[in-house]
């Protein structure tokens, strides 16, 4: 009869939907677990300049290296940091595992070259930003003029007030300052002259159309001119094609990083990369 039929005997955890919060929740525990047992490794890609035919800068990119999973790159976790609050700790192990490896190289008898991190727009409101960083310079006994620290204008979006200030104060340490992905969303030429970056990175999806579409050269181009007159260093990233080199070559832009030189690297390939690549 109907009252028997309505009694289930299927187990109702069947019947739970697992929602979004515990979900986050898993995920959290799983990256807190991965900040304690420091299963993160840092990958380095070489920026090449080509006026002197040298590598100037790595670019330091963080990938998870689950035990399980693999490697994960960053876009799949790094906003999962930033949503969890867990992106200063992360942040400050990027911070000293990149300055550590930059000491590491000098240490092997390589020249100095520039180590670059990318800094997240939550590191950046952080009202403790620049005390951590100075105290991971102290400790890592780094020369804040190998540092180089990559923003994008997220960053400055969020709270334009706090970014300048703090980028101010980054720069009276003597660290450079890079603004990066500049062209691939809502970019305004006025950040590079009211903020005190050394460096533009020409975003990868702007290279991408360089050879297909003439007002994106034309943004490019001009953007280029403005650095140059700011005296600021324009680099181009994601540069895979000769097609490409040769377009921003003609726009006088020396600086490159892209496939075209180099994938990021393993600290070892890179310190490869750096000996061939200083002793020929
Ligand atoms: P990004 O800082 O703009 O880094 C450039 C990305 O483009 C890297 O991807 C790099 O591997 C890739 N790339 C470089 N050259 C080429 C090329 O010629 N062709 C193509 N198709 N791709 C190229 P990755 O390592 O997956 O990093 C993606 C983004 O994740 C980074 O963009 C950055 O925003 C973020 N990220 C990476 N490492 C860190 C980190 O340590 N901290 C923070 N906060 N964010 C990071
Ligand atoms: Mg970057
Ligand atoms: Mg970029
Ligand atoms: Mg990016």
């Known amino acids: 009869n109907y009252q028997q039929k309505s009694v289930s005997k299927r187990p109702l955890s069947q019947f739970v939907i697992q929602d979004k919060e515990s979900k986050l929740f898993k995920a959290k525990t799983a990256l807190q677990k991965a900040l304690e047992q420091e299963d993160f490794l840092l990958y380095y890609q070489p920026q090449v300049n080509l006026e002197t035919v040298g590598v100037s800068k790595m670019e330091a990119l963080i990938r ?18 930033e949503q969890t609050q867990l992106i200063c700790a992360l942040g400050e192990w990027i911070l000293k595992t990149a300055c550590s490896q930059n000491i590491a190289w000098q240490n092997l008898g390589l020249p100095a070259v520039t180590v670059s991190v990318n800094i997240s727009p939550y590191q950046l409101q952080d009202p403790n930003f620049v005390k951590v960083v100075k ?11 190998w540092l180089e620290l990559e923003v994008t204008e997220e960053a400055i979006f969020t709270n334009p007030e706090i970014a300048h ?8 340490l003597n660290i450079n300052l890079c603004l990066d992905d500049f062209g691939s969303g809502s970019s305004c030429l006025n950040h590079l002259v009211k903020f005190p970056f050394d460096t533009v990175k020409v975003a990868q999806s702007c290279v991408k159309k360089l050879n297909k579409d003439k007002e994106q050269f034309t943004v490019i181009s001009t953007a280029l001119t403005l650095a140059k007159g700011l005296n600021i260093r324009a680099v181009a990233e994601g540069v895979e094609t000769q097609q490409q080199l040769n377009i921003l070559k003609n726009l006088d832009c020396q600086e490159m990083q892209g496939y075209i030189f180099s994938e990021p690297l393993t600290p070892e390939e890179a310190s490869r990369f750096l000996f061939s690549h200083f002793n020929t």
């Open 165 to 172: 200030q703090t980028l101010l104060e980054l720069k009276q």
């Open 135 to 145: 105290q991971i310079l102290k400790d890592t006994q780094m020369n804040p003029q």
């Open 64 to 81: 998870w290296n689950h035990p399980q999973l693999g490697l994960i790159p960053p876009n799949k976790f790094v906003p999962l940091a």
